[in-house]
């Protein structure tokens, strides 16, 4: 499994990046009204869609349903083994449309990784203003996603497409994993450390490129980040120390760390300062690049927060579309664990921990 981002399949041999060369009068963030994570339902609107007065029929090997909000569906298919099922799509955040679909294939996989699976094999989900944006474009869609299957080691196998008001594009993935293995999000251990292997700011970088202020080196920041794939997962999951994982994407960090510690029955204390963030965010905090999934979170959770800065909130809070992996990790085992992920080219410092349930759901200092 690659060590590295995708951008190299997005970029000249200067390093310059493909995003920048589309000339078209086509814009495909102009066709939709939200961008990637940033248009997922807020927590607080989504809770009453899945709430049912049904009762729910008892599927014993289904280890991993909707009850746990959990980043996929798991079900035991014996011997020792665990088929792990997924779907995301959402609308375009980035105007090219390869880097679109690279994108969000992306994220969709990342999903598999995150109960400490292995992907091997995807379908896609299209929806195309065909009145609107040529085909052509959509076939880059493909494209795009194509290669990052390749670098996923699966195929891209089939899909279905229909045509639709604003472009659409994600993944249905299927993964594998041993059931010893399975990473849950609401299994973490008190006193356990909290470990992010991406910078958050992705929601803030690409509303200030919608915006027509972004530096094209911040930008492009962003990007790899978002071209990154989160297969690191799959190794960390074999760690015993390692008791609970997700990802972080349109809720923001403060809301998917509130799934792990309302599910894991505990309460968590985030070092604001050890947080991995893009250095250059305060810029554009100041120029109020904040999209709109940031207060649809905040409003979703802020009742369980402790007193927060308006920039930590904006930060925390901000909704990242294809973000890293959020690893709660047995303190005692801290070095171990930086050790393996240094030698997976990673070098992860804790940025919280996790203690016996409070009042409070989550503390920042």
Known sequence: MPTTSLENLFTHDGGRSLIMEETSEIRLTQYSHGAGCGCKISPAVLDKILHSQLA???????LVGNESKDDAAVFDIGDGICIVSTTDFFMPIVDDPALFGAIASVNAISDVYAMGGEPFMAIAILGWPIDKIPAHFA?????????????????LAGGHSIDCPEPVFGLAVTGRVSKENLKR??????????????????GIIT?????????????????????????????ASKLQCVSAMTDVTGFGLLGHLAEVCTGSKLSAEIWYASVPKFDFLQQYIDQECIPGGTTRNWESYKSSIGPITEEQKSVLADPQTSG???????????????KEMFAQGYR??????????????????
């Open 348 to 365: 992860l410092a804790p940025f919280g921990k996790l203690e016996a349930r409070r009042e409070t759901l989550i503390t920042i200092h």
């Open 185 to 202: 999000n609401d299994s973490a251990r008190a006193g356990s450390l909290l470990y992010l292997t991406k910078p958050l700011g992705v």
């Open 139 to 155: 076939k880059q869609v493909l494209e795009g996603s194509r290669k990052v299957c390749h670098q996923a080691s699966m195929p």
């Open 56 to 62: 729910s029929p008892v599927f014993p090997s289904l």
């Open 207 to 235: 509303t200030a490129q919608k915006k027509g202020v972004v530096q094209g080196e911040h930008f492009q920041h962003a990007v790899d980040s978002m071209l990154t794939l989160n297969w690191l997962g799959a190794r």
């Open 324 to 338: 890293g992996l959020l690893i709660v990790v047995d303190a005692e085992s801290r070095e171990v664990f930086e």
